[in-house]
């Protein structure tokens, strides 16, 4: 299940760009990829120093430049520091809390977004990973809480040189990032509309008692997947409202379809969250009916005895004076008049069509 709560704050009173990070610690050691390309060329490293991408500052290349693992504090402060990253945006990307939004600094943007994922071990629980986007003039710096992502895609077009990414700058790459990013609900919401879908139809045949767990877990992943796509539309609207230097106006056309998918996948979020909002009151209503449905029987049984205990509790008194108790046939006609009564009592209850 996806967890609601999760520290995201620093100590109190601290200076303001003051380098904590604010998550779960980690003992594996950061590491940096490269990506540096040209129309007709690339060139990639894996487990790079972090002195070694200080050269892709200045270049006429598009560079990306990609950290796994934020919580190492000293090397995303040097890797930052290089670059000229503002103190501020450097404590954002520390702070794996944020919820997604655009920061514009005088040479540079920064994006914060929220990669989502299913573990292969676990396909139900959903994972959430802050990843920061840091565009500059001719380089994009992406920072991960850990190794592991859904950008291979876009790795994969820039080694092969596919599409028009090689051929664009670092802004083109920047949204090619938020677009994987972005598509990748798609495939999280798919396997939520599945569970929804198979849920539904269980219920159609038979309401258990375990539904309404599986209700309330869908429901609250729902909820947490629009906590994390409400404010991409508000950052996919800066990008496009806001004019800033480093985006140039021939990126607006593909911003709008990051924002097109955005809006899709809000509405099926809606529309599931109504699904199961529907099927939380049906198995109410279901349980409900089960319960009168008891009661009902309970209630027409109690109904039946109570003038059977009553003839059993009038002659069960030991009065000495009672003619019947010493006639001959007082226990027959007793047993013959109790039994009288409950059959013509169910049928009663039969024709009323009470059961």
């Known amino acids: 299940?996806?967890?609601?709560?999760?520290?995201?704050?620093?100590?109190?009173?601290?200076?303001?760009?003051?380098?904590?990070?604010v998550d779960h610690p980690s003992k594996k050691q950061a590491s940096l990829s490269v990506l540096d390309y040209t129309l007709k060329d690339f060139r990639e490293k894996n487990d790079v120093k972090v002195e070694d991408c200080f050269q892709y500052c200045d270049t006429d290349t598009v560079t990306w430049i990609n950290l796994d693992g934020v919580h190492d504090v000293n090397?995303?402060?040097?890797?930052?520091?290089?670059?000229?990253?503002?103190?501020?945006a450097t404590e954002d990307i520390a702070n794996t809390g944020h919820r997604p939004k655009l920061e514009e600094f005088e040479d540079q943007v920064l994006l914060i977004l929220k990669m989502l994922y299913s573990d292969p071990s676990r396909p139900d629980e959903i994972i959430s990973e802050q990843i920061s986007i840091v565009l500059g003039k001719n380089y994009v710096i992406s920072y991960q809480e850990q190794v592991g992502d859904v950008l291979n895609p876009v790795r994969e077009r820039i080694r092969d040189g596919k599409g028009r990414i090689r051929s664009m700058g670092s802004d083109y790459l920047a949204y090619a990032i938020m677009d994987a990013i972005v598509d990748h609900y798609f495939v999280v919401l798919e396997h939520l509309g599945e569970q929804v879908e198979s849920l539904e139809d269980a219920m159609m045949n038979d309401v258990e008692p375990e539904m309404v767990h599986l209700i309330h877990r869908l429901k609250r992943e729902m909820i947490y997947l629009r906590k994390q796509t409400w404010p991409l539309r508000e950052v996919t609207n800066s990008l496009l409202r806001d004019e800033s230097k480093l985006i140039t106006k021939k990126i607006d056309i593909f911003i709008r379809d990051v924002y097109d998918h955005i809006i899709q996948i809000s509405d099926t979020i809606d529309s599931y969250r109504?699904?199961?909002?529907?099927?939380?009151?049906?198995y109410l209503s279901v349980m409900s009916n089960k319960m009168?449905?008891?009661?009902?029987?309970?209630?027409?049984?109690?109904?039946?005895?109570?003038?059977?205990?009553?003839?059993?509790?009038?002659?069960?008194?030991?009065?000495?004076?009672?003619?019947?108790l010493k006639w001959r046939y007082?226990?027959?006609?007793?047993i013959t008049a109790m039994i009288s009564i409950g059959v013509s009592m169910v049928m009663y209850f039969k024709k009323r069509k009470w059961f």
């Open 1 to 21: 299940m996806t967890k609601f709560i999760k520290k995201t704050f620093k100590k109190p009173g601290m200076t303001p760009g003051a380098l904590v990070h």
């Open 75 to 88: 090397t995303l402060k040097t890797l930052n520091d290089h670059f000229g990253i503002h103190p501020l």
């Open 274 to 282: 109504d699904v199961l909002s529907g099927m939380h009151d049906i």
């Open 292 to 324: 009168n449905e008891i009661m009902k029987v309970l209630t027409i049984f109690a109904a039946i005895f109570i003038p059977l205990t009553f003839i059993a509790g009038i002659y069960g008194m030991n009065f000495e004076y009672m003619p019947e």
């Open 330 to 334: 007082s226990y027959f006609v007793t």
